[in-house]
């Protein structure tokens, strides 16, 4: 098959590997037919994450059933799924606790760039639509395989309530489907920060009622005086870097949690406000498994539509522009046609 890979640090390539095949009974092969490029990905892209050269990239994808293992029942070939980028066989403990992306059995879609992916445990991890789905509906089911899931998760930690004040730090595709979770949880005033017009555009039509485009100190206090204040019932930290992790609990009221769900790199945690104020911290990479039936039915009944993060298309074979333009943010998240 043709896949995306990364050589070095810059240098994505689109070329012949070897097909994925059933490596254990309870795997299957899923023949993509819309992948996606994660925000994380750019890290190995960036370098600031170890690169193994010539190997397969891309962890989000949506598809069609081409093979299963022997022991996979519930899963059939032709069957369109949505594949979660974290996979697991949803009977274990962690799993039973809807901490799928801790499962005992855990994988991680490792060609969601390329013309096919194996997905392990295929019976616990995928999620089947009723036939193949309108092609209106491709992108936002496509984020619902990391991004608006790992959103919905955010607000899901931070215990986002009815009547609350949601702040959302963070501005990339992940960012605003917190958002659109926030305000789907029930969050009264969602306050995005964002300083890019057309993030702030798709903010305001995932529910955010206002909109801080001010940074740190000035941010921070931008949030307080929003809230007469106090400070966030619940914020959303949707980044992964210490500065955003400072501001989380800046604007954090006494009380309160700050839900995480940007990697972190380099993030040291306020410990002594942590302990002052009373604010907790919970979150991590989000079990994608545990919200999909809730979160599908959603995008089918038109509830939410998170595939607006999506402002480019390409085809699969310019997957290195694809990069280039989010790299350069260019575009927020690039979906890519096989
Ligand atoms: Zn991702
Ligand atoms: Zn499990």
Not at 10 to 36: L, M, N, Q, Y
Not at 245 to 269: D, Q, W, Y
Request: proline share 5%.
């Amino acid at each position: 098959m043709r896949a995306t890979t990364i050589h070095a640090p810059g240098d994505i390539r689109f070329e012949e590997v070897p097909d994925p095949t059933i490596e254990e009974p309870t795997d299957a092969i899923i023949k993509v037919v819309a992948g996606c490029i994660c925000g994380s990905d750019l890290w190995p892209y960036r370098g600031e994450n170890p690169i193994k050269a010539g190997s397969t990239i891309g962890h989000e994808c949506i598809g069609v059933v081409e093979e299963v293992g022997s022991a996979v029942s519930r899963t059939k070939v032709g069957d369109f799924v949505i594949v979660p980028f974290c996979h697991c066989d949803n009977t274990c403990a962690h799993c039973a606790a809807g901490m799928q992306s801790a499962c005992v059995n855990v994988g991680i879609t490792q060609s969601g760039q390329g013309e096919y992916a194996r997905v392990t445990q295929a019976d616990g991890s995928l999620v089947a639509t009723d036939g193949m789905p309108d092609e209106h509906h491709i992108p936002s089911l496509l984020a619902l395989t990391d991004v608006m899931a790992t959103g919905w998760h955010a607000a899901v930690a931070a215990g986002v309530k009815k009547g609350d004040t949601a702040v959302v730090v963070g501005d990339g595709a992940v960012g605003l489907s917190g958002v659109l979770a926030a305000a789907q949880l029930g969050a009264e005033r969602v306050i995005a920060m964002s300083r890019h017009e057309p993030r702030q555009e798709i903010a305001r039509a995932f529910g955010a009622t206002d909109i801080v485009a001010e940074r740190g100190e000035e941010g921070e206090a931008r949030i307080k005086d929003l809230t007469d204040g106090v400070g966030a019932d619940a914020v959303l930290e949707c980044v992964g870097t210490d500065g955003a992790m400072k501001t989380a609990f800046a604007i954090a009221r006494p009380g309160s949690t700050v839900g995480f769900v940007g990697v972190p790199h380099g993030v040291e945690l306020p410990i002594r406000t942590m302990f002052s104020q009373n604010v907790g911290l919970a979150g991590g990479m989000a079990p994608v498994r545990r919200y999909l039936p809730d979160l599908l039915d959603r995008v089918l009944t038109g509830a939410i539509d998170p595939g607006k993060v999506f402002d480019l298309t390409l085809p699969m074979s310019e997957s290195a522009e694809g990069y280039r333009a989010m790299d350069e943010r260019r575009a927020i998240k690039v979906l890519l046609q096989p």
